[in-house]
């Protein structure tokens, strides 16, 4: 059983950067991938980005690419994901996704086997 908690989501102008974590609780972190989906108001749960259990491949939304960074620190049990010039329409509920590290297709939100609870942000104009 792997349970995961998101923080670090908030209320952020234009162009602002935030930067999220999703602590796991887990006795193995490194056997799982790591995933960030978000879901805004009115809209289906989309992927955003995705990071190998070694960090070695990081794969990201087009939508997310060149503003955010996912990373991970497998001593601390703890995925990142790094949002830089942030825009009203990344407004969404952010949530992170273990799954098996033999994963197939990333952006598949069956793929993940355990997923938090979320944590808001909010991209004000």
């Known amino acids: 059983q792997v349970r995961l908690i998101e923080s670090g989501g908030g209320l952020v102008q234009a162009g602002g950067s935030l930067r999220l974590s999703c602590a796991a609780s887990?006795?193995?972190?490194?056997?799982?991938?790591m995933a960030w989906f978000r879901q805004a108001p009115g809209k289906e749960r989309e992927f955003v980005s995705y990071?190998?259990?070694?960090?070695?491949?990081?794969e990201y939304a087009d939508s997310a690419k060149g503003r955010f960074t996912i990373s991970r620190d497998n001593a601390k049990k703890t995925v990142y994901m790094q949002m830089n010039s942030l825009k009203p329409e990344d407004t969404a509920v952010y949530y992170c996704?273990?799954?098996?590290?033999?994963?197939?297709?990333?952006?598949?939100?069956?793929?993940?086997?355990?997923w938090g609870r979320g944590t808001q942000v909010t991209v004000s104009s």
């Open positions: 990071v190998s259990w070694d960090g070695g491949t990081k």
């Open positions: 887990v006795r193995i972190f490194a056997n799982y991938c």
């Open positions: 996704a273990a799954g098996p590290d033999d994963i197939g297709v990333v952006s598949r939100q069956s793929e993940y086997d355990y």
